[in-house]
C-alpha cells in the first residue's frame, strides 16, 4: 500500500502485520468482549494539533477501540487535555462517555496492539502510510506533538527527513520544512511517571508549548 492510495483510517481487520494479526487472533480468543483490531483516530476533523502515541495498549484502546481510552496514559493524557481547553465533557475511559475534542486529534504510529507494548520496526513502517493519509485529511493541522521517541521518529520519517538533524527531546520544538512544527515529550505511560521520567507538571509545559506553536 502507498501513501497515494492509502486511506487516513485502516480497517478494523487490517493484515499488513502478520506478527500482530496473530496477536490479535489470540486475544480475540482470550478477551471476545475486547475491540481487537486497529484503532482509529480520535478527535475533530478540524484538528490543528495532531498528537501522536506509540500504539494501542491491550487492555487500553484495544479494549475500547478509542486511542489512550481505558489505560493510565489515557487518564492523563485526557486530563491535561482538558486542563488546556481542548475537549468538552468528561472522559470516563470508555468510547460513549460523551467526551470530544477541540481542534485537537489522537492517533498512534501503529494502530494495533504490539506484544508487550513494543512494535518493531517493519510494523512501523507498515503503519506509516495511514499517518501520511491522516495529515493529508487534515488541512488545517499546524503542530504535532509526538509522545516518545517512537513516534517522533516516525514523525520525522513521514515526510523524508533525516533524524540526525531533529532529536528527540522532551519539550524540544522542530520546525519542519513543510510549515509544520513537531514538539516532543516523553509518552505519557504509567512507567514514565512511577519512576518520575515524566510529571503532570512536565507534560502540561509541553502541551502550553504545543499551543504556543499553533497560535
Known amino acids: 500500500m502507498t501513501p497515494e492510495t492509502c486511506p487516513p ?5 487490517c493484515n499488513l502485520c502478520p506478527r500482530l494479526v496473530d496477536f490479535r487472533t489470540a486475544n ?12 482509529p483516530s480520535f478527535g475533530d476533523d478540524n484538528a490543528e494539533i495532531l498528537i501522536i502515541g506509540l500504539a494501542p495498549g491491550l487492555k487500553g484502546a484495544n479494549q475500547t477501540g478509542r486511542p489512550f481510552t481505558g489505560d493510565y496514559a489515557g487518564d492523563l493524557l485526557y486530563k491535561c487535555i482538558a486542563q488546556m481547553g481542548w ?10 462517555d460523551g467526551f470530544t475534542l477541540k481542534k485537537v486529534m489522537v492517533t498512534n504510529a501503529v494502530r494495533c496492539v504490539p506484544p508487550q507494548n513494543k512494535p518493531i520496526g517493519s510494523e512501523v513502517n507498515n503503519c506509516r502510510p495511514f499517518l ?4 493529508k485529511h487534515l488541512p ?9 521517541k517512537i513516534a517522533h521518529d516516525t514523525a520525522i520519517k513521514t515526510f523524508g527527513l533525516k533524524q540526525s538533524a531533529y532529536k528527540f527531546a522532551h519539550e524540544a520544538v522542530h520546525k519542519l520544512p513543510n510549515g509544520l512544527t513537531l514538539v516532543d515529550s516523553y509518552h505519557c505511560s504509567r512507567y514514565n511517571v512511577n519512576t518520575k521520567r515524566l510529571t503532570e507538571e512536565m507534560f502540561m509545559n509541553a502541551l502550553q508549548r504545543v499551543e504556543e506553536e499553533a497560535k
Open 9 to 13: 483510517e485502516p480497517t478494523a481487520d
Open 140 to 148: 488545517k493541522v499546524k503542530v504535532m506533538l509526538a509522545l516518545g
Open 132 to 135: 501520511i493519509s491522516r495529515l
Open 28 to 39: 480475540q480468543a482470550k478477551f471476545p468482549a475486547f475491540f481487537n483490531g486497529a484503532v
Open 87 to 96: 475537549s468538552s465533557g468528561n472522559y470516563d475511559q470508555h468510547i460513549n
